[in-house]
């Protein structure tokens, strides 16, 4: 897939490494603020293994707090620019915001990752006109009330019908299918039991013929059904990974980028070995 000037080879799956320049996300919230610890991160996320970093100013968290739109470019900007002007990676903006997609853009970002799938006004209009992947997520609700009850008939048929519907909005809007990735929304308006029905029927996301991003990195899909805090979790979050992988993910975002990487390297061997 091409991301601006670079592409990544997404036929073995990739890493994608969590940078939250956020004082309040739910796993890492505050570790990442300052700008010199931010880029410390992201070269340890890049050396062990990641073809990508997300940023992201804005929490998503169940129960997040809004932020205002000059905030969150004051948080992300400076931090994409540098990114790009100091490393060769693809640099991801984890945003909702139609002028946070712009901007992130011109600042050098080549992937515009929406919790929303470009239901926000202008977004859809913004991505287009960025011209760079875009990746879209389910969610039901907003991140304030999305875990209060959520309910489905068929979780993993009510989200590849969403996601099949926001590829037909993008692709109205002048974006082409090679330019689309999809993210199931772990997490995102999804009980304990919706949560690993959808991994259990990932597969059928390839259905869409695009590439599949799985993020389940520290969740409390894995939390809540281990009873592990969040520091705890690094079990959870590689086997799902693995499952994912197993299932035809092709982008893994996480926060534990190298021992992920050592899970998909084996995963994929093994996926490769049953085709013989």
């Avoid at 869409?208 to 809540?224: F, W």
């Amino acid at each position: 897939m091409q991301f601006k000037n670079k592409f990544i080879d997404l036929s073995v799956p990739k890493i994608m490494g969590i940078l939250n320049v956020t004082p309040d996300s739910f796993s890492d919230g505050g570790h990442f603020k300052n700008f010199d610890q931010a880029m410390y991160h992201t070269e340890s996320m890049l050396t062990e293994g990641a073809a990508f970093i997300d940023v992201g100013g804005e929490s998503t968290r169940p129960g997040a707090v809004d932020v205002d739109l000059q905030q969150e470019l004051d948080r992300v900007l400076p931090i994409i620019a540098a990114i790009t002007e100091r490393f060769d990676t693809v640099v991801s903006i984890d945003t909702s915001k139609a002028q946070v997609m712009t901007a992130a853009v011109a600042a050098g970002a080549a992937l515009i990752n929406d919790v929303r799938a470009l239901q926000e006004k202008g977004a859809l209009q913004a991505a287009a006109e960025a011209n760079v992947p875009v990746c879209l997520m389910h969610m039901q609700g907003q991140p304030r009330v999305m875990q209060e009850n959520p309910e489905y008939e068929n979780v993993t048929d009510e989200v590849i019908n969403f996601l099949q519907q926001r590829m037909i909005e993008c692709e109205k809007a002048g974006m082409t299918k090679d330019q689309l990735i999809i993210d199931p929304g772990f997490g995102f308006g999804k009980s304990l039991q919706h949560n690993y029905q959808l991994l259990a029927n990932l597969d059928k996301l390839s259905s869409l013929a695009v590439p599949i991003l799985s993020g389940t990195s520290r969740k409390s899909m894995i939390g809540n059904l281990l009873g592990r805090n969040i520091d705890e979790r690094l079990a959870g979050s590689i086997v799902t990974a693995s499952l994912a992988t197993l299932s035809g993910a092709k982008i893994l975002r996480v926060h534990d980028v190298k021992e992920t990487v050592d899970a998909v390297k084996i995963t994929t061997l093994v996926k490769d070995y049953r085709k013989l």
